[in-house]
């Protein structure tokens, strides 16, 4: 199981500072007007597009903060599978030109001992990351990986993409699968993996500009997914709120 534990928000649209814990596996969101429902709504989406290691739109940049020059997010999960438990937490900063100041650790159990969160990797103060002993297990000592590793960073930071999350550097974490097969590479390996599957397959966010009353066009894979996701909505709203349900339309559509 996978899910989100905490956020912590900064300088996003009209919060200055915001910290929730997701203590709970159902929960309900609500508050006057102006309380800050939407910005968590926007800033989750924005987390699953950064995980997802897809370019930001400039939609975001508009709501940093109009009194900061940049707005900072920190998302907290919680891993258990395969008898596995994993505490990661992951945090960013976005200013009108980049991604920038990823940081991502995680704490994990091993047999009946908690080893305490250390860093994975931290893009803040190297031209490619740190910490050292985390650098040479993910990418290894070649030459040739390490100047892939500043391209690649020079590169996403262009184009508003997550260093950590995308795809360039992740395939080739992920091509040094077959020749290290160390401990302490795979359980790095996969924290990564955890988050990108969480984002891809398990984090949905119907955003707030989302217009209901409109259709849209879905492939057959995605709209499996859609129905599978309705039914596991409707075995929770009803808790949420009595007698609440949602329901779809769907108009197959010819091929020409």
């Given at each position: 199981m996978k899910r989100l534990s905490g956020i912590e928000i900064y300088n996003f649209k009209n919060i200055k500072s915001a910290k929730l814990d997701f203590k709970n596996s159902m929960l309900g969101l609500y508050g006057e007007n102006g309380s800050g429902k939407t910005a968590l709504i926007d800033v989750l989406n924005l987390?699953?597009?950064?995980?997802?290691?897809q370019s930001i739109s400039s939609d975001f940049l508009n709501l940093i903060h109009v009194d900061?020059?940049?707005?900072?997010?920190?998302?907290?999960?919680?891993?258990?599978?395969?008898?596995?438990?994993s505490e990661i937490e992951y945090s960013f900063k976005l200013n009108k030109h980049s991604i920038f100041d990823e940081i991502l650790s995680y704490a994990y159990m091993d047999g009946g001992t908690r080893v305490v969160k250390s860093k994975l990797i931290d893009t803040s103060n190297t031209m490619t990351f740190s910490p050292l002993s985390k650098y040479k297990s993910l990418i290894g000592s070649s030459k040739e990986n390490e100047l892939n590793v500043i391209v690649i960073k020079k590169m996403v930071c262009r184009e508003f993409r997550s260093f950590i999350f995308s795809s360039e550097?992740?395939?080739l974490v992920r091509s040094r699968k077959n020749e290290c097969r160390d401990e302490e590479f795979l359980r790095h390996l996969y924290i990564l993996e955890s988050l990108v599957d969480f984002a891809n397959y398990e984090l949905f966010v119907v955003k707030s500009k989302s217009c209901l009353d409109e259709s849209?066009?879905?492939?057959?894979?995605?709209?499996d997914v859609y129905e599978r996701r309705i039914e596991g909505m409707n075995k929770v709203l009803p808790f949420l709120v009595s007698g609440t349900t949602s329901r779809k339309r769907t108009h197959k559509i010819d091929k020409f």
């Open positions: 987390v699953k597009i950064v995980l997802c290691g900061a020059d940049y707005s900072r997010i920190v998302v907290q999960f919680m891993v258990d599978e395969n008898e596995r438990h550097l992740l395939d849209i066009v879905l492939s057959k894979d995605d709209l």
